[in-house]
């Protein structure tokens, strides 16, 4: 009784500083992400607000919390609003089993990658009733897209951390980062490029980023499946875009570049250098690439990286039982 | 119904607007047609792809196009009509608003036509000054043309660079133009404003620049692997599509064709210029937008030549028309090439304060009538990066 | 250039009502012809096996009626021809090119937007440029009072005048060929 009380407390304790995590992260990231591509187009970028601007992202939410919550009519509304919260619940519980640190982690569960494997899919039902409720063709359109896309770049996905998950031998993410030493050649991703780089080209697919962002391609479908959201409702799928991907850079560092370990000292701020600098390459291919087409995205997906990454886990699999 | 003291009777009868649910008169109209389980889209008139207020209707088999149909008429402002109620004099600094990125093309359409009309001989400085702000313009043109083309697919950055470039433009033209958008230094008889030595030493400086940006550019844009597979293969527009459309300009050199204006019809002093006319390897997307960034070392290199053949004179001829000038009765066609192909003006004077009829031909409209049939059977993607190639400016169609 | 005198014989042919030569250089045009109305998807068929293009298509409202003016241009050589259609007030109605040059249908569009001209066969003549609820006269049609007669606007150039109904109707003498 004692015990599970505990662990109740922990987990509330845990949700409350992820979600401080979280929406830290976006104010940090929409701060990123703007002055980025700003000097990827020879601009400033923001530069009024605050010094060299850093106030700009909390203007920002501070507009999006005050705005009017407005919504079209004929819309579904109960699933209307529950799509954007639908969005960003799910993600909260993808951060419970994550090692920060030595210590540190929210719910260590066994089976991490399992737990977040499962609720990683749940985005894309939030997609989905956004783009079916919004009563718009193009959230419709984006919505379609947003399901094909995210079910397909989940599977090479899967298979690329399945190769990892059998190198060290457990689905605990804490036993996978003690797998690893801590200087950069003792990583998985030198054991495991081709998993990596499985595991690089999917995220940008599964987290919807360009030149993968087909779901709301605006060129094309306007915004997608969020065409008809304003206000917190918007800031809701913004938020948890931003938290998808940091999610995903969190695993990528767990599985492939050691985790919370680091050549000098251990502890969570080498886990979030790591993260950092895998957003940073995908603000970076953002502003840079243009999009690819719809099919030539899940050719991509099922031409290349699929066969690739079955290939990896055979070869993997062979290596292991051989050599072991 | 009676107006004034026309007898006028609506050819097409009496439309109802159904109301709200079913659309408006111009999707009421398309969906008539449409296979029925098929999505009607409405792309536009505010889309962030149809580069302003271009409407197209659109029939989805999926996320194929079954049938597409432009709607236009947003930015319809009756130029035909001012030209009519204007002198010519008064109606020229219209010409800078037709096509807010070549307007210094459409001055020339206009005032050229006039001038033949009329028989005016224009100074050979005036000449050279038309040729160097033209293809300026024509650059500028062409390089807004692609950044906003490769944000149509996907690539923010391309088009802030363009802007780069094009102030740089600007900055040449606003000195012999006064103005940065809605151009119109033409006067019939020459040009309103001599060129300073300021002026051609930023030309001279430009030209190196951009030739060192578009070398740049290739890297970076053109050789795009992505860019390439969203291009290559896409619309394909062929000399009888073109044919059959009165499609023009780059278009229309991209299917293999090698005209232009500037040399079928020689106006200016283009004929003592030596340039290439680029024509497509292949008639895709990708190949008309090979065709226009050629264009832009080709008008770079007139530029050169220009700047450098310049002679020294009045800008524009003795006893020019003034403000109350009126045409000769008379009929004339003038054509120039603008950025999108063949600019005419076509003007008609009974002899009267104002011209007769004017009638200007925007190649954009032709252009973009080929786009149902081009479009159709590619996937929405697909059509959005031809609507894209046609590189259209909606004030232009719209007139 | 292509050679307007063939194409000047093509529509003597066809039955046009008078033919005109032009100075190139400043009307813009090579060779014109006033053709019947029926004549003129035949002699657009012509053109169009010729390899011409229909560039433009522009009317204006004289006291005889519309003059509706087809500007075509050949793809393998400069050289730029024109006819015309005139068109009676009272029966405002033409022939649609849009089976030989489907670029034809928006330009018809936009001349039916304009005068109120009627293009009978075009598939789709709702309006174009204009709304779909535009009240009041088509924008182009001038007042009665206004209009000048075909004569005075010099769309004829150095003409012959084939048909004498056509001649006495526009006010110039059959038998004469002009210089002007």
């Not at chain 1, 990827?40 to 919390?65: F, H, N, W």
């Not at chain 2, 599509?241 to 499609?247: F, H, S, T």
Request: net charge neutral; glycine share 8%.
């Amino acid at each position: 009784m004692f015990l599970s009380l505990a662990i109740v407390a922990q987990i509330i304790v845990a949700v409350l500083l992820i979600i401080a995590l979280m929406v830290g992260n976006a104010v940090v990231m929409v701060y990123m992400e703007r002055k980025v591509a700003g000097f990827i187009q020879r601009r400033p970028g923001p530069y009024e607000v605050g010094p060299y601007g850093t106030l700009q992202a909390i203007c920002d939410s501070m507009k999006l919390l005050a705005k009017q919550l407005y919504r079209p009519g004929n819309v579904d509304l109960i699933l209307y609003y529950l799509a954007p919260i639908l969005a960003f619940f799910p993600v909260l519980l993808l951060y419970l089993p994550i090692p920060f640190g030595p210590y540190l982690t929210a719910l260590p569960v066994g089976d991490g990658v399992i737990l977040i494997l499962a609720f990683a899919g749940l985005g894309v039902l939030s997609n989905l009733l956004a783009g079916w409720s919004s009563n718009n063709k193009y959230s419709l359109l984006g919505a379609a897209r947003a399901v094909s896309q995210t079910v397909a770049y989940e599977i090479p996905m899967i298979l690329a951390l399945l190769a990892v998950v059998f190198l060290s031998g457990s689905t605990d993410l804490k036993v996978v980062t003690d797998q690893q030493g801590p200087w950069p050649w003792q990583w998985n991703i030198v054991l495991q490029p081709l998993a990596f780089f499985i595991y690089l080209v999917s995220l940008v697919g599964e987290t919807n980023r360009a030149p993968f962002d087909l779901p709301e391609a605006e060129s094309e479908l306007a915004a997608g499946f969020h065409t008809e959201y304003s206000g917190m409702g918007f800031a809701l799928f913004f938020l948890s875009e931003y938290a998808n991907m940091l999610l995903v850079s969190f695993v990528a560092a767990v599985f492939f570049l050691g985790g919370y370990k680091g050549p000098i000292a251990d502890g969570f701020w080498w886990i979030f250098i790591k993260a950092y600098a895998l957003m940073f390459f995908m603000v970076w291919i953002r502003w840079t690439f243009p999009r690819v087409r719809f099919d030539q995205l899940l050719n991509i997906n099922w031409k290349w990286l699929l066969p690739l990454g079955l290939f990896n886990l055979w070869l993997t699999a062979a290596v292991i039982k051989v050599a072991f | 119904m009676t107006f004034g003291s026309l007898n006028f009777v609506n050819p097409f009868g009496v439309w109802e607007n159904p109301g709200s649910t079913a659309g408006d008169f111009y999707a009421v109209n398309f969906e008539k047609k449409a296979v029925s389980g098929r999505v009607i889209l409405n792309l536009g008139p505010q889309h962030p792809s149809t580069h302003g207020v271009l409407r197209v209707l659109v029939e989805l088999d999926g996320e194929y196009v079954a049938r597409a149909e432009p709607v236009l008429g947003y930015l319809h402002r009756m130029h035909e009509k001012m030209g009519e109620v204007k002198t010519p004099w008064q109606f020229i600094p219209n010409m800078g608003r037709v096509d807010y990125l070549h307007p210094l093309a459409w001055n020339w359409a206009f005032v050229g036509a006039a001038e033949k009309l009329a028989g005016l001989t224009v100074p050979e400085r005036a000449e050279y000054l038309r040729v160097i702000g033209c293809e300026l313009n024509r650059i500028g043109s062409h390089l807004l043309w692609w950044g906003a083309f490769v944000m149509d697919l996907g690539g923010f950055t391309p088009i802030l660079y363009a802007f780069e470039e094009r102030e740089k433009i600007n900055d040449i033209l606003q000195i012999i133009t006064g103005s940065r958008l809605t151009m119109a230094n033409f006067r019939f008889g020459g040009v309103c404003a001599d060129a300073d030595e300021r002026f051609f030493r930023l030309c001279a400086e430009f030209i190196p620049y951009l030739r060192e940006r578009l070398k740049m550019y290739k890297g970076l844009v053109t050789d795009n692997v992505i860019l390439r597979r969203r291009l290559e293969g896409i619309g394909p527009i062929d000399v009888d599509l073109c044919q059959r459309y009165g499609a023009t300009g780059p278009i229309l050199r991209a299917a293999g064709l090698a005209r232009d204006t500037r040399k079928d019809y020689p106006y200016g002093v283009y004929p003592k210029l030596d340039f290439p006319i680029p024509t497509g390897p292949i008639n895709d997307s990708f190949g008309r937008y090979l065709v226009r960034l050629a264009e832009i070392e080709t008008s770079l290199s007139i530029i050169e030549q220009a700047i450098k053949d310049i002679p020294q004179g009045p800008i524009i001829m003795d006893k020019a028309p003034k403000a109350t000038w009126k045409l000769p009765a008379g009929e004339s066609y003038f054509t120039v090439e603008g950025a999108r192909g063949q600019i005419a003006a076509h003007i008609t004077s009974d002899g009267g304060k104002n011209p007769y009829r004017v009638k200007l031909r925007a190649p954009g409209f032709s252009n973009l009538s080929l786009f149902a049939e081009a479009a159709k059977g590619t996937l929405l993607a697909d059509a959005i990066a031809i609507l894209g190639s046609l590189d259209l400016v909606i004030p232009e169609i719209d007139r | 250039m292509s050679d307007p005198e063939k194409w000047l014989a093509n529509w003597r042919a066809a039955g046009a009502w008078s033919l005109s030569r032009h100075d190139l250089a400043k009307e813009g045009l090579l060779a014109s012809a006033f053709l019947p109305t029926k004549a003129i998807l035949n002699c657009a068929k012509e053109l169009k096996e010729a390899n011409f293009s229909l560039l433009d298509l522009s009317a204006l409202e004289t006291q005889e009626g519309f003059v509706v003016t087809y500007h075509f241009d050949s793809l393998n050589e400069p050289g730029r021809l024109a006819f015309r259609a005139l068109v009676p007030h009272k029966k405002p109605h033409l022939p649609s090119l849009y089976d030989v040059f489907q670029g034809a249908e928006w330009h018809e569009r936009e001349t039916a937007d304009f005068f109120g001209l009627i293009f009978d066969q075009n598939p789709n003549l709702i309006p174009l440029l204009l709304a779909d609820d535009h009240y009041g006269p088509p924008p182009l049609r001038k007042n009665p009072a206004d209009l000048a007669p075909l004569k005075k606007l010099g769309l004829l150039g150095s003409f012959e005048i084939l048909d004498p109904d056509f001649g006495a109707l526009i006010g110039e003498d059959s038998q004469k060929e002009s210089q002007s």
